[in-house]
């Protein structure tokens, strides 16, 4: 047994993946072979999807086949709305109704599924296919069902991402809406062995299914130290516009001693690779709102926070991070506040599932060691002498 403990498991490498890499220090992320900024900026989240679990992107035919397997497997059943319907009468938080529809997902589902299309085992990657094409839907209804409306039935006719959109509103959604979703699922699809993706991994390592892991992953991504904050980062760009002055806003925090939304990351030494990608696409899509004024209270934000906490913690590099931009996109894109986190999920559900499917090619149980720091000379007192 070695002698270094790691906490967190920090540092420590706990698998090979083909899925993609992470480099803090460069500010880069592949994904796929691919840089995030490609990728995000053309594929389609289907495309995206393809690529993780088969290692390549699809050819049109394949494409066009993969998005009719996806959309056919987005209905959920009577028991599975039953569930999300009572989370939503007794308030459940969206994270927990998204928890409780995941673990519901095979209730009353006993139809036949497409078979799958790869030399993967069928069941587990029927099952990735599913959750992939439900997570948006449990969402979506859970919401529904907390306005008091009633759910819609998912369109095969619509695209992943405008799909959810509809589901979410009951409006067929604008280009540039689709686009801009489409742009962060991309970007967040897919990111390491995080909290959550380990969770999954841990799972699927024990041979259970792939809806308890993708379950415990949803349970990781729930903890406020990996889910993040997007949804108090919009709350703090709406005031700081309102306001209409950035630069007071954040020398007033900073000396009051308190953290800004949006900024440093456990990864990342420089700015999140991911942030500008979404800062971008937020870009393009404010071009073309009435909310266009909002947008530039971000930027400004932004360049005044950097700099400011660049002097107020210099031996710190807090540098903006995904979940900034990702306020303001999901924002403009009409995602309500409230499901800012269960809508990384409608994302990440690809990149959890391809890395379930990962681990089962070459599995090993999952199994790190502790180290005992406790006591070890306790002698047994009957209850009667304590």
Request: hydrophobic share 40%.
């Amino acid at each position: 047994m070695g002698e270094t403990t790691n906490p967190g498991l920090e540092g420590v490498i706990v698998a090979e993946t083909e899925l993609s890499d992470v480099d803090g220090e460069a500010g880069e992320l592949i994904i796929g072979g691919y840089p995030l900024e490609e990728l995000a900026a053309n594929a389609s989240y289907e495309e995206s999807v393809f690529l993780l679990l088969e290692g390549r992107l699809p050819t049109a035919d394949e494409l066009e086949a993969f998005r009719a397997d996806l959309a056919a497997r987005r209905r959920i059943t009577e028991e599975v709305q039953q569930v999300l319907r009572r989370a939503a009468e007794d308030g459940a938080p969206a994270m927990d109704a998204l928890r409780m529809g995941v673990a519901a997902a095979s209730l009353g589902d006993d139809r036949d599924e497409p078979e799958a299309t790869s030399g993967i085992d069928p069941e587990p990657r029927d099952d990735a296919m599913r959750l992939v094409a439900v997570v948006p839907t449990i969402v979506a209804t859970y919401w529904r069902y907390r306005r008091d409306e009633e759910p819609l039935e998912p369109r095969p006719d619509l695209s992943h991402a405008a799909n959810y959109l509809y589901l979410l509103t009951g409006e067929e959604p604008t280009p540039a809406d689709v686009r801009g979703l489409e742009t962060y699922l991309n970007t967040v699809i897919e990111h390491g062995v995080n909290a959550s993706t380990f969770t999954a991994r841990t799972v699927v390592s024990t041979e259970s299914d792939l809806i308890s892991a993708i379950t415990a992953a949803v349970g990781a991504l729930k903890g406020p130290l990996h889910g993040g904050a997007p949804g108090p980062v919009l709350e703090m760009l709406r005031e700081v516009h309102e306001e209409g002055d950035p630069e007071g806003y954040v020398r007033a925090k900073l000396e009051a001693g308190e953290r800004l939304m949006g900024f440093g990351h456990r990864v990342y030494r420089v700015r999140d690779p991911r942030a500008a990608v979404l800062s971008n696409g937020a870009e393009r899509l404010y071009a073309q709102s009435a909310d266009a004024d909002f947008f530039e209270t971000v930027q400004a934000f932004e360049s005044v926070a950097v700099d400011a906490l660049a002097e107020h913690k210099p031996d710190r590099r807090l540098e903006t991070n995904v979940e900034f931009y990702t306020a303001a996109l999901l924002d403009g894109v009409g995602v309500p506040r409230e499901l800012f986190t269960p809508t990384f999920a409608v994302s990440r559900v690809g990149g959890w599932s391809a890395h379930c499917l990962e681990q089962l090619e070459d599995n090993r149980l999952v199994r790190p060691v502790s180290r005992y720091a406790g006591e070890t000379d306790r002698t047994w007192t009957p209850v009667g002498e304590r």
